[in-house]
């Protein structure tokens, strides 16, 4: 697994390697190449010395590895942040530091998969930061982001997307689905856009009035 490069500039996406289900060497290593600044959860950091990957910051609660320097002393300089704030996920916490830094794009990976109860919360503490950068959520069968109250973006006829409701989003119009929405109303456990997808080559058309609302840009790999 090849280092990511040194290029330190906060206007450059950040990547955040949490501790759910690794994903392909292949996504991983296109995520290194154009992240400049690499953070790891504390859960996962054994997981990705063994990549052999340089890490720039290691943050979290260090309540199951108590001697991280040991761990990192051959990757010198790596930032150690204890992160103790048992009333927020490392996820939360990791992306409040790098805001703090003032970084508006934020990449996520490893991020889904294992737990169940920690891919919920990771998918939908998203919108926790929707205001205040960029933030996305990949895995090797989706890219996951809050969408904007209007949102257009270019698709190839066929490309799956589902939309997903965190809590009732209203006021939803949609152009260029292949089953489109005219002023709905999603609410999770209620009705979401799953399993939708582009009609056709050209333009997706989202606009909705109020609430928090996720696209899934999915893929069916083997």
């Known amino acids: 697994m090849s280092s990511h490069h040194v290029v330190r500039d906060t206007q450059e996406p950040a990547l955040i390697i949490a501790n759910g289900e690794a994903c392909s060497n292949e996504l991983l290593s296109q995520l290194l190449e154009w992240n400049p600044i690499v953070m790891v959860l504390d859960g996962a ?14 943050s979290g609660d260090f309540d199951r590895q108590k001697n991280p320097e040991a761990l990192l002393k051959h990757q010198y300089p790596v930032e150690i942040i204890h992160t103790p704030d048992q009333d927020k996920t490392d996820l939360e916490k990791g992306i409040e530091i790098l805001l703090s830094r003032n970084h508006k794009a934020i990449n996520i990976v490893w991020a889904t998969g294992r737990r169940s109860d920690h891919t919920i919360t990771n998918i939908t503490n998203l919108t926790h930061f929707a205001n205040e950068a960029t933030l996305v959520i990949y895995d090797d069968y989706s890219k996951i982001y809050c969408l904007p109250k209007g949102f257009e973006k270019w698709y190839s006829a066929g490309t799956p997307l589902s939309l997903i409701p965190v809590g009732t989003v209203t006021g939803i119009s949609t152009e260029g689905l292949k089953y489109n929405m005219q002023n709905a109303c999603l609410e999770i456990g209620v009705r979401t856009g799953s399993s939708n997808e582009a009609a056709a080559d050209g333009l997706v058309k989202i606009n909705y009035e109020e609430g928090n609302l996720l696209m899934m840009e999915c893929n069916d790999r083997d």
């Open 45 to 58: 950091l054994e997981r990705v010395l063994e990549l052999g990957i340089k890490i720039d910051i290691v």
